[in-house]
């Protein structure tokens, strides 16, 4: 328990401290963030905000983790493994923000290539899970509800892969308001600290040591998170850009992929998910009915800002409905917990 | 656990659509809050905006928790209490508003009455828990740390007004900026969710029947609030009024008193602490240094919004200072009851 308040208090502390360093570094060179050009017009006032801040999320994350070891524990396979993938995830989007800043366009690396990488990083996390833990090839909702879908080694690898762009995905296309994406991601870490918390207590149980560091990996990034937000906060003086939400991406997915919450995650991330949705619901309906839409704009938030809500209005909600989503989750993951056989509390 | 969350899902339903309805009704016959004079010049532009939305949050709490007998579990001498004192306090509050807006001032009751009023509250609290229950008089952080210090009974109730009066006028305090008491509150009561539930989970250890009926009030509470937030945030269309701070602070002094809880709740509800202390500061300042001044304007949240930050980043920095606060808080109740012996979770 101490380890992971002190991962969260580094993380914090880090991410505070570098986040507002990062923002005078990047003001200095003016290195900022170009505005998607179809964007609500209201927008066009962001263009210039300094953009990369996910390097000070990974970065406090990665040393809060480091440094909590400090206070006792070990570090295990499956935690390094996750804190590679958020690593080289970030590395992704870091080059991805570096193109756009520089070729001063909003796109980046084309898609292909960033898919491509993110691939590479999925794959590389998958093969390594499997050859050197004794991960569960199982699909369920909280390893114990019901003895889960077997996948056998090839059919979870295919599922980490596909877990992992999905996340990315949502996490990067959620990230277009002031920080909707990381109020929302450290609703969602805070949820896996509880999940890896309660399985680190009961070793009996999970039969697994790594939760322990996953637990401190997740309060890492939850704490990253906050002191991020701290800055990002409307009105934002910095962006996460590609850096942040690819890695927050990689590091949700990962962590569901370890723990085998896979089927809780879209509960967990549930805003994350709805502002996916909307994508595919738009593009698909645009595609299938003929140039009809279903929302003023996707993703989801451009919609509640275009129907009139206030960009802080549409931020503090759909904040609320991912708390929601996640308190959510944690009473599944716990209700099925009490019910096994032996558990007391 | 079902009839937690069922509470939790009513309140947070009858909020969101009573707030609505509250703001039409209040917009239709023009009654509005009239807003302090000596404030930051910006927040002139609030007046007109309909208050009083308190009624909705302990509206939607009250019926939450009546509603969620249905799922079972019984009321609980203890828990009626803490529901009587809510309400009334609301409605001192309800009364003060009424002045304010009928009047057309800001100043409502005059401060004596309000604090007659409060006095009236916690008495009638005080001495119906000491007649007809077996409450713990002492005082302490977790109930389990130390045997904590005995007051006897006409010490716990003097207790029990001075912090029924500080912890009402410390969320009134905080309830001036759109959203950040609302906020704050959600967390605070989240936490005795939290607290109630364990103790709830563990009858052998707390000895006491009342935990579900309390953690039921505070989930019906974090509903209200939160409903009442999709509406009340920045820019916010409805206040809470004394109505809703009042009855916030009277729910959290009950329902640490009777969880005995009464030093944690300095940390479950800090940011209300700090907004306290910086009036005292500043008032205590003025008046001993001649006329010197601490922060810019008090309460605290003043003082950052005349240092330059926008109104956004201001609610948005205080609640992450709460939920660290009422982080903390619940790792230390959850801290100090896994030492205890025979508690395997």
Redesign the interface.
């Known amino acids: ?1 101490i380890r992971l ?1 002190a991962a969260a208090a580094i993380a ?1 502390a880090v991410s505070l401290v570098g986040t507002r360093l990062l923002i005078a570094f990047l003001r200095e060179r003016g290195i900022g963030q170009p505005i998607r050009e179809d964007g609500p017009a209201g927008h066009r006032t962001k263009a210039g905000t300094p953009t990369m801040g996910g390097i000070a999320i990974v970065g406090a994350a990665g040393l809060g983790w480091l440094l909590s070891d400090l206070f006792g524990g070990t570090f295990t396979r499956r935690g390094i493994l996750v804190m590679l993938a958020i690593g080289m995830a970030a590395v992704v989007g870091l080059i991805d923000d570096g193109l756009k800043v520089f070729k001063e366009r909003n796109l980046g690396l084309n898609k292909r290539a960033k898919i491509l990488g993110l691939v590479v990083v999925a794959v590389t996390f998958a093969v390594l899970v499997l050859a050197q833990t004794n991960v569960a090839t199982t699909v369920s909702f909280t390893r114990w509800d019901w003895p889960g879908i077997g996948l056998g080694e090839l059919g979870w690898a295919t599922l980490a892969v596909l877990l992992v762009l999905a996340t990315t995905n949502a996490v990067n296309l959620t990230d277009g308001l002031d ?1 909707l994406a990381a109020g929302a991601s450290s609703f969602a870490f805070s949820a896996f600290v509880v999940i890896c918390f ?1 399985g680190f ?2 070793p009996d149980i999970y039969g697994e040591q790594s939760y322990l560091d996953l637990g401190v990996i997740s309060a890492a990034m939850l704490g990253g998170c ?1 002191g991020f ?2 800055w990002n ?3 934002a003086q910095i962006f996460m850009g590609d850096t942040g939400s690819l890695a927050i991406g990689a590091g949700l997915a990962t962590l569901a992929l370890s723990t085998n919450t896979i089927l809780l995650l879209p509960i967990i991330a549930g805003l994350f998910v709805m502002e996916t949705l909307s994508v595919i619901l738009q593009v698909g309906a645009f595609r299938l009915l003929g140039g009809r839409r279903v929302f003023r704009m996707a993703p989801l938030h451009h919609h509640f800002e275009l129907g009139g809500w ?1 960009e ?2 549409v931020i ?2 759909l904040w ?1 409905v991912a ?2 989503c996640t308190g959510m989750a944690v ?1 599944i993951f ?2 099925d917990f009490v019910r096994l056989p032996g ?3």
Chains 1, 2 share one sequence.
């Open positions: 328990m308040i914090l920080g309660i207590r009961h906050v937000l701290w906060a409307a009105p206030p802080t209005t503090i909600r609320i708390g929601l009473a716990y209700a558990v007391i509390e």
